[in-house]
């Protein structure tokens, strides 16, 4: 398969008062054509970071370094207005809150007109013509183009942000929670949405999310992120049935749903990534945890064709 | 000594919408949101009763009803057998200190300026007038048990200083610290990481085993619910749709809204794919919410009964027309913004052409789609220069006994279905 995407030893490092935050800290991962990967974690564990570093969006002064391909280009090696090209054409991005995505004093109309006039030379006319498909293929009626964001339910909201991220038929289209701030069923909806989309454009979906449920049920890939770091990274069957890592098999056993049978918890606290615990970080929460992994940091190591994860005892929990 | 610690009866919170500029002065104009409309539960001593629902079904509403922090438009609360629903603030004071609430947020739920010991035995000063030594004693005591340590330290730290597990730990000895009755928990753990979660949950199940307080579990999450509710009620839009033990519920769901939501649930194990079955569209307005049953127009087993009304078609024509085929075959009744519903009407200005011919089109949309929703449709009629759709009022709808359990729905309770309609020319 081909890949669309390549990350190699991504590093973003922002400065705060208190000192270097190491949001990402050396990850790397390929996005192959027409799949979907997930990158799943807890608050502050550098996921939404990853993404934003993906499209080059990152606040100034932040300090980046690895490599990152898209389609074989190095995005690092581009002047800005290439760069600006790329995004929000061939890569697209959803984010979580619409609401604060979407322009105010915008109506619907006038978003996709900019962001389709943005990216090609077309009349306004042609423009206002895909909108209306792409809408509709999203379910909102051509009636409602002459509306306001605050004239939607959230739904709709994040329905448009979709159809406005995929009228330019990107390649890869980012996800950054998309349905966290939407009810139960709005999301299950809106995830239906997604992978029918990515069927029928063969576009690649990288979802970062910290529901496991939702990894479940759309990602084929998953990659377990922890303190900027990748702790796992396998498909989607391999890491739910058999997780190597000690923090995957931890969160996976305290998610709560319709069948559990015990509540169960991670000990401890996710790090401060101001100063990460050494080795390997999740030595301080795990219940596994020898001498050597509060020296060496672990490899990462391909325990099965495609199932890689970092943790010195990764054999024991084959 | 009753039974129940909370009994609510028919109670009501309505949130007057402020119009704006002159529209406020024009009569007719007294639109609310129905944040609750009519709901009836009780408590039991020492139950965890759960309040299910999604974003802006009243459950959040109710909760603080109940205690009183929102003023009831109508209904009645009784609190251990005392009627509290007008009680007057000062008469109120000495019951509060039997009835905490626990905030979804903890972040926002401390003072920022206070230390977490000052917080904590906030309550003891305002309640039981202790001196500030014995207050301190309590809440060290009661901050080991919620697992905030080393209580001494912790004591003299600020909000800002602390994770969100630990605040909300905080907050929960702040509620605790008066040992009281009930509990309003709300949304307890939405805010807090997976992994931390469960240690929460566990601190609450603890607590009530130690104080025996009964709780009402407020939550969107029903996986949660489940685990941890003896019963639960499914609220939407102001109404509680089912109510009853919560493995009954869970095990045999009856009401189409709560199957829907159980469906819904994203299940964390990838070999279970599939399509689901999901209603339509979103949660409507609460300030017109729909007719009959409110649930019907996103219902995959709705009833032509179930109180299908004027905005339905007009919906049903928006919904049909995004074909632009068939958009364009029906021009001449389009475009939806032409169409007009109040109740059980929608109708459509004929304009300049003829209302006979424009009535034809809609009664062969009408014969063609066969659906509840058409199926509801009493005639359709020229009034003067008006194509009018006009439905049949619903049926009456009740909560009914199914089951060990209360469910308002018709598809329950032997209610006798009408007959498909003809359409009337």
Redesign the interface.
């Known amino acids: 398969m081909e890949e669309v995407l390549e990350a190699e030893g991504l590093r973003v490092h922002y400065t705060t008062r208190r000192g270097f935050v190491k949001a990402v800290d050396g990850v790397s991962f390929r996005v192959y054509e027409g799949e979907t990967l997930g990158i799943v974690g807890?608050?502050g564990c550098g996921k939404s970071t990853l993404g934003k570093a993906i499209l080059s969006i990152l606040p100034p002064r932040t300090k980046v370094e690895g490599a990152l391909r898209f389609q074989g280009q190095d995005m690092g090696s581009l002047r800005p207005d290439k760069l600006r090209e790329i995004r929000g054409k061939d890569i697209a991005l959803i984010f979580q809150d619409p609401m604060t995505r979407l322009d105010p004093l915008f109506t619907v109309e006038d978003h996709f007109v900019e962001t389709i006039r943005a990216h090609e030379h077309v009349s306004k006319a042609e423009a206002i013509v895909r909108a209306v498909k792409a809408l509709?293929s999203m379910?909102i009626?051509e009636?409602r183009m002459k509306h306001y964001p605050h004239e939607f339910?959230?739904?709709?909201r994040q329905r448009i942000m979709i159809a406005m991220s995929v009228v330019m038929n990107p390649k890869l289209l980012i996800a950054d929670e998309p349905t966290t701030s939407l009810?139960?069923?709005?999301?299950?909806?809106i995830?239906?949405i997604l992978a029918d989309l990515r069927r029928a454009y063969k576009m690649s979906l990288l979802l970062i999310t910290?529901?496991?449920?939702?990894?479940?049920?759309v990602?084929d890939r998953v990659a377990v992120m922890y303190a900027g770091k990748f702790v796992e990274l396998g498909g989607?069957?391999d890491v739910?049935?058999q997780p190597i890592h000690p923090y995957t098999q931890?969160?996976?056993h305290?998610?709560?749903?319709?069948?559990?049978k015990e509540?169960?918890?991670?000990a401890g606290?996710?790090p401060d990534l101001v100063d990460p615990p050494p080795a390997c970080r999740f030595h301080p929460r795990c219940p596994h945890a020898k001498e050597i992994c509060h020296i060496e940091e672990p490899a990462w190591v391909e325990f099965r064709p495609g199932h890689f994860a970092a943790c010195h005892f990764g054999k024991d929990f084959l | 000594m009753t039974d129940s610690i909370l009994a609510v009866e028919g109670l009501v919170k309505l949130f007057p919408v402020k119009l704006p500029g002159i529209q406020r002065f024009l009569p007719g104009r007294g639109v609310a949101v129905h944040a609750v409309d009519g709901i009836s539960f009780s408590l039991r001593r020492g139950e965890i009763f759960g309040l299910v629902g999604e974003s802006g079904c009243g459950k959040t509403t109710t909760g603080r009803t109940v205690l009183r922090l929102l003023e009831p438009t109508a209904g009645t609360i009784l609190f251990d057998g005392v009627d509290i629903t007008h009680m007057k603030e000062s008469e109120l004071r000495p019951l509060r200190r039997r009835m905490q609430i626990i905030f979804q947020d903890p972040h926002a739920s401390l003072n920022p300026g206070m230390t977490i010991g000052q917080s904590i035995i906030d309550p003891l000063l305002i309640h039981e007038g202790v001196t500030e030594e014995e207050a301190k004693a309590a809440a060290l005591e009661i901050m080991t048990e919620v697992g905030l340590s080393p209580a001494e330290q912790l004591y003299l730290k600020y909000p800002a200083d602390l994770s969100g597990g630990q605040k909300q730990r905080a907050v929960i000895a702040r509620a605790m610290i008066l040992k009281p009755q009930l509990v309003v928990a709300d949304e307890p753990v939405a805010m807090l990481d997976m992994s931390i979660r469960s240690r929460v949950l566990e601190l609450l199940l603890e607590l009530k085993r130690r104080y025996g307080p009964t709780y009402l579990f407020i939550t969107h999450d029903l996986a949660t619910a489940k685990f941890i509710c003896d019963r639960i009620a499914i609220m939407y839009l102001g109404r509680i749709v089912e109510m009853g033990p919560a493995k009954d519920i869970y095990a045999d769901p009856k009401h189409p809204y709560t199957k829907a939501l159980l469906e819904a649930v994203p299940y964390p194990d990838p070999t279970r794919r599939g399509r689901k079955v999901l209603p339509s569209g979103e949660v409507p307005d609460a300030v017109y919410p729909p007719a009959g049953c409110r649930f019907h127009p996103r219902c995959p087993v709705s009833l032509p009964t179930c109180g299908w009304e004027g905005r339905d078609f007009v919906d049903f024509l928006e919904l049909r027309w995004l074909s632009p085929e068939i958009a364009a075959a029906e021009a001449a009744i389009g475009p939806v913004e032409g169409w007009k519903s109040k109740g059980l009407i929608a109708s459509r200005d004929a304009q300049d052409a003829d209302p006979g011919r424009l009535a034809d089109t809609v009664r062969t949309i009408v014969a063609q789609v066969k659906s509840p929703m058409t199926e509801a449709i009493d005639a359709v009629e020229v009034d003067e220069e008006t194509v009018v759709v006009r439905f049949r009022p619903p049926a009456a709808l009740e909560p009914k006994e199914v089951e060990g359990r209360i469910v308002e729905c018709l598809l329950y309770g032997g209610q006798d279905l009408e007959p498909a309609p003809t359409i009337r020319t």
Do not use: K, W
Request: charge should be negative.
């Open positions: 807890e608050t509709a379910g009626p009636s339910s959230g739904g709709m009810d139960v069923i709005v999301e299950a909806q995830l239906e910290h529901n496991l449920g939702i990894v479940a049920e990602c989607v069957r739910f049935r931890g969160l996976l305290s998610v709560i749903h319709l069948e559990s509540l169960y918890s991670i606290h996710p």
